[in-house]
């Protein structure tokens, strides 16, 4: 079993910056990739950033290439989301994903919001 849990959303106002965390625990060895989502009500859940544990590969939706930085520190299992020129299409849910051996684990997402 992995626990996936997020950190760091809040309120900020259009071209901020906030960096987002994502602290993983348990069977840790069996993660292969870490990733983070987004949802808005109405709307399905997108990708917006993923990271290989192996070679630190990334890739990036287009809607956040150049403002968004994904990465991880092994040494305490954590994944962050550096989001900076934000702007209030970037409000949503932001979830964490840890893509493991056998399954995907999901933490409870964090509230961004972007407004002025």
């Known amino acids: 079993q992995v626990q996936v849990v997020e950190s760091g959303g809040g309120l900020v106002q259009p071209g901020g910056s906030l960096r987002l965390s994502c602290a993983a625990s348990?069977?840790?060895?069996?993660?292969?990739?870490m990733a983070w989502y987004r949802q808005v009500p109405g709307k399905q859940r997108e990708l917006v950033a993923a990271?290989?544990?192996?070679?630190?590969?990334?890739n990036y939706a287009d809607s956040v290439k150049g403002r968004f930085t994904i990465a991880r520190n092994n040494a305490n299992n954590m994944v962050y989301l550096q989001m900076n020129s934000l702007k209030p299409e970037d409000t949503a849910v932001y979830f964490c994903?840890?893509?493991?051996?056998?399954?995907?684990?999901w933490g409870r997402g964090t509230q961004v919001t972007v407004s002025s």
């Open positions: 994903k840890a893509n493991a051996v056998y399954r995907n684990y």
């Open positions: 348990g069977s840790i060895a069996s993660i292969n990739a």
């Open positions: 990271i290989a544990i192996s070679d630190s590969s990334t």
